[in-house]
């Protein structure tokens, strides 16, 4: 999310040109305090919103953003040149294969000529585990939370890392759950080499990492959290006045005064269903381009060349500039709904890369005008 980027060139119907350049300049400040709020949880996060980095992922591929754990961001292509670097994969954890992502990252060395001068793989064991297959990388960066564990690995590493002469150590993201910041400084102060973590998947380790912080800042800010599955909403005169929570102990009725949609587009949002793709909570429009979304068959969203733009990416409901949710006819929906993140259409947060930057700024702007309590 570059807040230099010229929003002008964006499409009208960009959340970032639907707030205005004002709030858009204006949010680079607010980021900066969340982020002391993060470290002040223990994660670090480096970067900065006026510039990006091109990180390594855990297969190989490339990524830009602004904003990066700091265990990660270590991995940036630019801090590569003349680097020699090893990467560890452990033995009997099925989630990192360094023979692919070696190959992938060699090819990209030579083709972008990055000057890197070499790239090795190398299996260690896991301490006390021997070949031991892991379920999940969660497992093994719990069990680096443990200083004991944490100290023997370590000393195998410090091992291997005394051959060849590498600059740099690069690890799948497993280097701890709450102590990643130690492990990561105990194998610098150990290797005197660079350490860094590889871009996962999902679910990540690193985006766990990201939550516990969340809920950290959450319990500090007196800010309660219900969970459970939000199956329908009252409405009276355009007013929400309550929404039906399904819990495990059973359906509660939740009053406020203003809500906030930011259930996500697929995953939480649940737009698509069998006949057809819309909003099921209020009964909203979803959008694609300038036209509502009426094809019951998703496959008419998607393209036939996987690279291109895919219509499905970039479909969404549409808000006014204080995000405000709108009706079929452009009139505003709820007078006390706000909206925010994937919900919103109007940009593909793949080829226009800035999902997550949508996703701050917009649940930024939403929070602040519900909590000013009016439309």
């Not at 009053?255 to 209020?282: D, H, M, Q, S, V």
């Not at 479909?315 to 204080?322: D, E, M």
């Amino acid at each position: 999310m570059d807040t230099n980027r010229d929003i002008h060139s964006l499409n009208k119907r960009h959340p970032y040109r639907i707030v205005g350049e004002n709030n858009f300049k204006l949010f680079k400040n607010s980021l900066n305090c969340f982020l002391k709020d993060i470290k002040a949880e223990d994660l670090q996060i480096d970067g900065a919103v006026t510039k990006d980095a091109t990180l390594v992922s855990i297969t190989g591929a490339f990524k830009d953003t602004n904003l990066c754990q700091r265990s990660i961001c270590e991995g940036r292509l630019t801090g590569f040149k003349d680097a020699r670097i090893l990467f560890f994969a452990i033995k009997g954890f099925a989630g990192f294969n360094p023979k692919q992502c070696c190959s992938l990252f060699k090819e990209a060395n030579e083709k972008n000529n990055l000057l890197i001068k070499k790239i090795d793989y190398t299996f260690i064991n896991f301490p006390g585990n021997g070949v031991e297959t892991f379920p999940s990388p969660f497992i093994l960066a719990m069990r680096l939370d443990d200083e004991a564990v944490m100290e023997k690995f370590i000393s195998t590493i410090n091992k291997a890392a005394k051959e060849n002469g590498y600059t740099h150590l690069g690890f799948p993201p497993i280097l701890g759950l709450r102590k990643t910041d130690k492990t990561v400084k105990g194998l610098e102060a150990s290797t005197d080499r660079r350490i860094f973590e590889l871009l996962p998947l999902i679910p990540s380790v690193p985006g766990f990492r990201l939550q516990m912080a969340l809920n950290g800042l959450l319990s500090k800010k007196g800010i309660n959290v219900i969970e459970g599955e939000v199956i329908k909403a009252k409405i009276k005169n355009s007013i929400v006045e309550s929404v039906s929570v399904k819990k495990r102990s059973g359906l509660s009725e939740l009053k406020a005064k203003n809500f906030i949609l930011t259930t996500g587009r697929w995953a939480g949002g649940k737009a698509i269903k069998k006949n057809g793709i819309y909003e099921p909570i209020f009964d909203l429009p979803i959008y694609e381009k300038e036209r509502v979304a009426e094809i019951k068959d998703v496959a008419d969203y998607l393209d036939s060349y996987v690279l291109e733009s895919h219509p499905l990416l970039s479909v969404g409901i549409r808000v006014n500039s204080r995000l405000q949710p709108l009706n079929g006819n452009d009139d505003i929906a709820y007078k006390n709904l706000f909206a925010s993140g994937a919900i919103l259409g109007g940009y593909n947060y793949l080829t226009d890369q800035c999902g997550l930057g949508v996703a701050f700024l917009t649940g930024h702007l939403a929070g602040k005008y519900a909590a000013e309590g009016k439309g």
